[in-house]
């Protein structure tokens, strides 16, 4: 079994409360922010593994990119949740990079047995 340890920031509550309050979002907007983030997770993470970059993929759910394909991935995947936000909520670019520094941690965590298991299953 895969251990996953993905980096989740401390006080990610109080954090995006205040992102709330700071960028004058809504709690829906919120909500609708962390599904779309989660579909782009998990559609472009798909993408890779089926393009062959199956380590890169697993080292971004662990939580630790250490080796250039791992950063690419996680790099790639971070400008695309960005833009994701920016074009289907038409938010800020400041806040749409803010949202995505607090939810990817905590998306990729989740969706980490996700996709290990559909690695498992194309295997």
Known sequence: MIHMSAYI????????RS????GKIRQEQ???????????VLGFLKRQIEH??????????????MTK???????????????KLIMQMGLR???ATTLVILLLPII??????EVVGW???RS
């Open 69 to 83: 394909a791992g950063r690419f991935v996680l790099d790639e995947l971070r400008s695309k949740v960005v833009r």
């Open 119 to 121: 690695i498992r299953n």
């Open 93 to 95: 670019p400041v806040i």
């Open 108 to 113: 990729l965590a989740k969706v980490a047995g």
């Open 19 to 22: 992102l709330l309050h700071w």
């Open 9 to 16: 920031p401390k006080n990610t509550d109080a954090k995006l």
């Open 52 to 65: 062959g970059n199956w380590r890169g993929v697993l080292e971004v759910l662990k939580g630790k990119p």
């Open 30 to 40: 919120l909500t609708e922010a962390f599904l779309i983030t989660k579909d782009t």
